[in-house]
């Protein structure tokens, strides 16, 4: 278990290494730099930006400074906001974090019990009707919910607010408007994984054999059907977290999500470096932990 | 989903019960006097000498204040500001400005006329890189510093080569503007090959190149072109004088217009008359900054330092910095220290970064702000019939026009450029697709104060028509190739296919949208890679200059190809006429000339539409969106 641990790790080391090389070589190849604006700068202006933001040397001398940087706990400052990347990150990743576990909490909470009944009831009215509603959940896209939600029930509730990140309630709205989406995929996940399961034959050995139908859920059929969802729940769970860029937008949440699209849009190479580092350690570790999650459950993989 | 929405409902409803009254409403927040601002975006930084935009604006003027303020209700009456009166003299190339003598620091330290020196050496220093420095080269000799004209200082008026400088003249001091220097923007001098040095030394001339590179010139000569009458020894003594002032500041040899007379007394010297400098003193680039607190962090031409950290940001305006938390809010409160806290209304501020402007209407809908920094143009007809008495729709001092690249085939023969611009119907633009309530555009320059625009520009097809009859497309405008470039932002897309359908309908002319990112679009212009493109223009002060200088050969916002050796003519003998009458005139004789050529089309001109609350009292309109905040009050 250990040296799968480590094997994973390592991996997930050179992993990161790619990603923020091709991350530095490609954001340079589009059009534009961090100092193209709107007005221009004169020649002269703009050839001390350039030195001001180290941005004159070569290519490879840039991508060696940035990995010595790097090494020594420097990501460098936001070119745009000149603000360091690391307090941009410091600031925007616990609201990410806050929003993203809820949004997760809300997507279990309604997913993973929504897909078991309607495996279960396969084929009833219920399974049909929530199986119709996660069908909605994954075509409504959240910059219609999200709206919806605050103007339908942010201005009828009186403690809560259309937009805004101040007190826990503010968090209600934008985490249920991330969630329902993750939570309607999770549901016919679930469902397709329980499905499968339940046709097996040790399900109906159990069934034969007078074992109680609650008994067979959730001894048996559970941790195998589970398998997918948790599957799923990995890389979910970190775009979760990184790319609430709209729920952001439309709940003024000052969250992480934004500067991941913003980063691109305005050139800001050393935040969007920063951002595609912390993306893909999350992905590393998250993908890790549902590993570890599926070995337990499933006993096959522990070889 | 509906069960989902139900357990929602009693969930909250439930929390509700436990929950005591919220302290967020506005009539809290107008009670204690703070006014809550949308402000579109997290500010790029908040030092006055290094940041461009109307964002920080918002934020700086109310922290800082410059040497004179606006007046709320006349924009041609301005206020003591840092500066209690101020005089010019009889051609306004000469200011003395004296200082509040109550004028004090928010960290209680006076703020004397060394300040506004120290800060105006500060955003000129070539090295600290300000990308506003140009809006302080009305001093006289602020451009020569700033651009490293060094050639002045160190051998025109170097007595050591006195008399000689007719014969010394021909030397390249200031680089050749011809050389591509981008090509060396990634390379170090020394990894260059000889042919290159040679080139980037003839491109950098001697006043922009640094020592390792004048210490090759001297143990080589042949990497610089000196003209043949130089000899010898004179190229040698000329490298040696450079060497001796190599990275060393010029400041004290420049004399640049700015003195402190005492510590109370600020002396202006201008290069031109310029009898609107009051104006520009509003501007955050003609701000000071404290001395003390800049040179505490780091030295004066060093960038982001930590004195704009919240905690060290020390400023002279009726607020001061209390927090600032990373794109969620700014919140200034009241400076003790300001020499007029008797007449400053409010307590605090907070400016609210709220990109999205749907959700920032939302937000005002439902009393959670004051003013908006926008309305988004679907919500102008809602709200003027929901909050009739909210709802602002103001001019605003900006042009929206189309630019035409002048190196396109076709789009350089003036007869195509006025058959589009004539065929342009600006009125159903603003009617059918905008819906803002903009002013159709006649000129680049918008209406203001007692300039009076030149452009006679109107929507006319019988003139288009004949136009393009007297080109060689009148047969066949099919034949005229032309890509309209245009941004990915909102509206744009529409915008771009009302004018193709347009263009298409009156002349035949079908052209092809492309839309392009922001970088994209940018570097498409700047690099004339377009046939017509869209574009705006927002003035940084009120006058006419801000809207007709950019269209100078070679400036960079021109990126149109365009350019005209008269035009500017008429711009230089504006500058130094002597008469701010004779002066409008003059401005207004360039841009009649401009718009007879038609570089661009004017589309129209700016409204900004916002939403204030009825509790915000003395919120007027302002053509430039500058609201002196220590005027404003908040009732119930």
């Not at chain 2, 009166?85 to 190339?93: C, I, R, V």
Request: glycine letters at 6%.
């Amino acid at each position: 278990m250990l040296k799968t641990i480590i094997d994973r790790l390592l991996q997930g080391i050179i992993v990161i290494v790619c990603l923020l090389t091709l991350t530095f070589f490609l954001i340079r190849m589009i059009p534009g730099d961090p100092l193209t604006d709107e007005k221009a700068m004169s020649p002269q202006v703009r050839k001390e930006n350039m030195r001001i933001f180290h941005l004159d040397k070569s290519q490879p001398v840039q991508y060696m400074h940035y990995w010595k940087n790097l090494f020594k706990g420097e990501m460098g400052k936001s070119i745009k906001k000149e603000q360091p990347v690391s307090k941009i990150i410091g600031q925007s990743f616990p609201v990410s974090v806050v929003l993203g576990v809820s949004g997760m909490l809300i997507a279990i909470v309604i997913g993973i019990p929504a897909g078991i009944i309607s495996a279960l009831k396969h084929n009833s009215l219920i399974d049909n009707g929530s199986m119709f509603i996660a069908m909605l959940g994954i075509s409504i896209p959240s910059f219609v919910i999200g709206p919806l939600f605050a103007k339908f029930i942010a201005t009828q509730v009186p403690f809560l607010k259309v937009a805004g990140w101040g007190d826990p309630f503010d968090w209600i709205l934008p985490s249920i408007t991330l969630g329902l989406g993750t939570a309607a995929y999770l549901a016919r996940i679930t469902r397709a994984g329980m499905l499968d399961i339940l046709s097996q034959d040790f399900i109906r050995t159990a069934q034969a054999k007078g074992v109680s139908q609650t008994s067979i859920i959730v001894k048996h059929a559970l941790k195998g059907g589970l398998v997918p969802a948790i599957a799923f729940l990995g890389p979910a769970f970190a775009m979760l977290i990184t790319g609430s860029f709209v729920v952001e937008t439309i709940f003024q949440i000052p969250g992480m999500g934004q500067h991941f699209v913003n980063a691109t849009i305005e050139r800001d190479y050393f935040l969007l470096q920063g951002m595609v580092l912390l993306f893909g350690i999350l992905i590393v570790l998250v993908n890790l932990a549902a590993d570890i999650l599926l070995t337990y459950l499933n006993p096959r993989l522990r070889s | 989903m509906k069960h989902a929405l139900q357990a929602l409902y009693f969930l909250t409803i439930t929390l509700s019960l436990c929950h005591c009254k919220s302290e967020s409403s506005l009539d809290n927040y107008t009670r204690e006097k703070k006014l809550i601002l949308g402000n579109s975006n997290e500010p790029s930084g908040l030092d006055p000498q290094v940041v461009t935009g109307v964002i920080e604006s918002n934020i700086l003027r109310s922290m800082f204040e410059g040497l004179c303020v606006e007046d709320p209700l006349d924009p041609s009456v301005h206020r003591p500001g840092a500066a209690s009166s101020w005089t010019p003299n009889a051609d306004f190339t000469e200011w003395i400005f004296n200082l509040q003598t109550n004028g004090k620091w928010s960290d209680g330290k006076p703020v004397t006329a060394h300040d506004f020196v120290f800060a105006y050496h500060r955003i000129l220093s070539p090295s600290f890189g300000a990308k506003y420095a140009s809006m302080l080269y009305y001093m006289e000799g602020a451009e020569d510093y700033n651009k490293r004209h060094n050639d002045k200082y160190l051998i025109e008026n170097n007595s050591e080569y006195a008399g000689r400088w007719e014969e010394l003249k021909t030397i390249n001091f200031r680089g050749d503007e011809e050389v591509d220097m981008s090509v060396f923007e990634k390379t170090e001098f020394e990894d260059l090959s000889k042919e290159d040095k040679i080139k980037f030394i003839k491109g950098s001339g001697l006043n922009k190149i640094g020592e390792s590179e004048l210490k090759a010139i001297i143990e080589d000569s042949t990497l610089f072109a000196w003209p043949e009458n130089i000899d010898a020894p004179t190229q040698q003594a000329i490298l040696k004088t450079y060497l001796s002032h190599a990275g060393k500041d010029m400041w004290d040899m420049a004399k640049v217009g700015v003195a402190a007379v005492d510590d109370y007394t600020l002396k202006i010297n201008l290069r031109s008359p310029i009898p609107f400098l009051p104006d520009l003193t509003k501007h955050y680039t003609w701000f000071a900054v404290p001395e003390h607190t800049v040179l505490q962090y780091g030295t004066i031409s060093e960038r982001r330092t930590k004195w704009t950290e919240p905690e060290n940001l020390v400023s002279n305006g009726a607020f001061k910095m209390k927090t600032w938390k990373f794109n969620y809010k700014i919140e200034v409160h009241q400076n003790p220290y300001y020499w007029d806290i008797d007449n400053v209304k409010l307590n605090g501020i907070i400016f609210l970064p709220i990109s999205n402007q749907y959700t920032e209407a939302r937000m005002f809908y439902n009393d959670q702000l004051h003013v908006t920094y926008a309305l988004a143009p679907e919500l102008i007809e809602y709200s003027k019939e929901k909050h009739p008495k909210s709802t602002r729709q103001e001019t605003y001092l900006g042009t929206n026009f189309l630019r035409f690249n002048h190196n396109q085939e076709g789009l350089d023969d003036l007869n195509v450029r006025k058959a589009i611009a004539y065929a342009t119907d600006s009125e159903s633009l603003i009617k059918y697709v905008l819906k803002g309530g903009q002013q159709v555009a006649t000129g680049i320059v918008p209406p203001m104060g007692n300039y009076k625009a030149k452009g006679e520009l109107s929507y006319d097809p019988v003139k288009a028509k004949a136009y393009l009859a007297k080109t060689k497309y009148a047969e066949n405008p099919g034949a005229l190739k032309i890509t309209l470039l245009t941004t990915d932002k909102e509206g744009a897309k529409t915008v771009a296919e009302a004018l193709q359908a347009m263009w298409l309908e009156q002349l035949g002319i079908d052209v092809k949208i492309e839309q392009r990112e922001w970088g994209s679009y940018q570097t498409r212009m700047s690099e004339l890679d377009y046939g017509i493109a869209t574009g705006g223009w927002i003035g940084d002060y009120p006058d006419p200059t801000t809207f007709l200088d950019m269209w100078k050969k070679g400036d960079g916002n021109n990126r149109t190809g365009w350019s005209s050796e008269a035009y500017e003519a008429k711009l230089s003998e504006a500058e130094i006429a002597k008469d701010p009458t004779t002066r409008l005139q003059l401005l207004q004789d360039a841009e009649a000339l401009y718009m007879s050529e038609m570089p661009i089309i004017p589309l129209y001109w700016y409204t900004s539409n916002y939403l204030v609350h009825q509790s915000v009292k003395n919120w007027h309109p302002m053509i430039m969106k500058s609201q002196p905040y220590k005027f404003i009050d908040l009732e119930n």
